[in-house]
């Protein structure tokens, strides 16, 4: 996990010492006889871990504590010196050092130092991750003033708290379906528990099902140890299965025996494990209609649909696509640490009128790059791009306009230069832009602090 180490000390001798038993334990090691050039090495790139002498000859190593922790809370790093006395391990460790060692440093007690820090970090990261996915998954984040959507929370929120153990939620592409299935788990008695989630789509049909059940040593050529499927791993929380619609014909008779008998079957394997799961399954396709196909099978259908929810979509939501729109703008201003005022009128309006095929997340999308990109006090509506998102769609495929210029040129074969070429580009749009360099940026479909980058680069005029 710690790939990459810094080693900071003045001897030689330790700095060989110890480069060399980290090097060979698979480490990537960086020594430094200064305080300060372990401290500026660390602006510019940041190691999984410090061992740190405290004496050292520039500044001491308490304040090479206290400087990367300044820039880097959480690295963690490991006091090393001749003899601690307590006044400085308690100085140390109100600065977040991790661990201490005595010079000579035994190897031994050194690996397991290093083994414990790389715990902690693990640990730090997946409850980083948890509590990410937990922030996200509450319905509290979920926006809503429509009768539609307050219908859909108030139902999701009985579901989540009762003991119903299959849900089905439906509903077009971008509506919300994942944000739903969170808060049925992170709203539910299973909260603390894991939520486990598989998309169908993402997974190629031949390795999803070991993927989903597992399977034992030996059950198939690649199978060289036993392997937990995902649906065991959720035992006691949640199972998200997203996308069921595009799940193979065969696999689905194999999750509604799951479903039936609340047990899996390892490939390979001839016990049946109990699992004690939340089946949560989501899908923006037309069931019935893949029924009447042969695609999808109808006593699976059954067994999903007691309980379902439907999301609506955005443009049967009412205000709701102005709530969303200026919930997007203001966290979107602050992740970008933008300041936009908000919508004009006519953007208001044009939100509005706008039938968002692609729901929440197209909403999101437009402004989110209205923010980055396009607006600079007020979101107008040629910010929101929804002229080019229809034309789009009419032609039935995104970037066709790229089609009216020749990429058909022959590379000479004495070689030609990319950055001649690109410096030609830039002059053009800018000068097809009139030199307004927002407007060339959208042309070329950078971002405006790319493009007065290589505006820089290229020294180009700006008039
Ligand atoms: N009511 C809402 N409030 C706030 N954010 C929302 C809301 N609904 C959706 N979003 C956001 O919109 C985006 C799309 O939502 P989500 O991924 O849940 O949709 P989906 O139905 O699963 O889409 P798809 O079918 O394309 O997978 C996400 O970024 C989500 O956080
Ligand atoms: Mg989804």
Redesign the pocket.
Known sequence: MNHHVYIVDDEREVRLTLGEFLGGLGLEVHTFATGREAVDAALVEVPDLVLLDVNLPDISGLQVLAQLHAAHPNLPCVMITGGFTSKTVVEAMKLGASEFLIKPINLEQLRLVLEKVQRETRERLQMEVLQQQQG?GRFS????ESVA?KRALSATSKVAASSANVVL?R???????????RALHFESPRADQSFIEV?CSAIPPQLLESELFGHEKGSFTDAKERKIGLIERAHGGTFFL??IGDMDFNLQAKILRVLEERAVRRVGGDRMIPVDIRFVA???KNLDEMIQQHVFREDLYFRLSVIVLD?PPLRERGE?VIL?AN??LKRFCREHAHIVKGFTPSALEAIRSYGWP????E??NAIERAVLIEADDWVDVDHLGLWRRRANREQGQEGQSRQRIGYDFEIPEDGFSLEEFEKVILARAMKKSRYNVSRAARMLGLSRETMRYRIKKHELQLD
């Open positions: 996200n984040t979920i926006m809503s959507m939620i509903g077009e592409t971008g509506t919300g379906k994942e944000l739903f299935a998309n997203d996308e989501a899908t923006h999301l709701d969303l919930y997007f692609g729901n929440v997340r909403l999101r």
